[in-house]
Nanobody, 126 residues
Framework: QVQLVESGGGLVQAGGSLRLSCRAP????????MGWFRQAPGKERQFVAA????????YYIDSVKGRFTISRDNSKSTVYLQMNSLKPEDTAVYYC???????????????????WGQGTQVTVSS
């Protein structure tokens, strides 16, 4: 089981920005897709974005396209989620996840993920 550690959450006003980080130490990180999910109170966990092992391909849900950017630095075993123009409806606990299968060339909301982080709270005030 790979341990994932998220950071970067916090309280921000609508229109503001935050950058989430997720570190996954170990040799396996660079071979696997990474994803970000979120869960708002009383709602199911929602896929937000994902990136392939190489970083060449990404996927975003419609509600965050143009506002969020997922990226990765394999030399640091870290994936990032840059969140701009934040809205109150972005408020949730954000989780990163490690892909289940190595060297996938594409990512979608149906991509299988294995290990999960503990989550970081993002609160956007209106």
């Amino acid at each position: 089981q790979v341990q994932l550690v998220e950071s970067g959450g916090g309280l921000v006003q609508a229109g503001g920005s935050l950058r989430l980080s997720c570190r996954a130490p170990g040799r396996t990180f660079s071979s696997y897709a990474m994803g970000w999910f979120r869960q708002a109170p009383g709602k199911e966990r929602q896929f937000v974005a994902a990136i392939t092992w190489s970083g060449y391909s990404t996927y975003y849900i419609d509600s965050v396209k143009g506002r969020f950017t997922i990226s990765r630095d394999n030399s640091k075993s870290t994936v990032y989620l840059q969140m701009n123009s934040l809205k109150p409806e972005d408020t949730a606990v954000y989780y990163c996840a490690l892909g289940l299968n190595p060297f996938q060339s594409t990512v979608t909301p149906k991509t299988d993920f294995a290990s999960w982080g503990q989550g970081t709270q993002v609160t956007v005030s209106s």
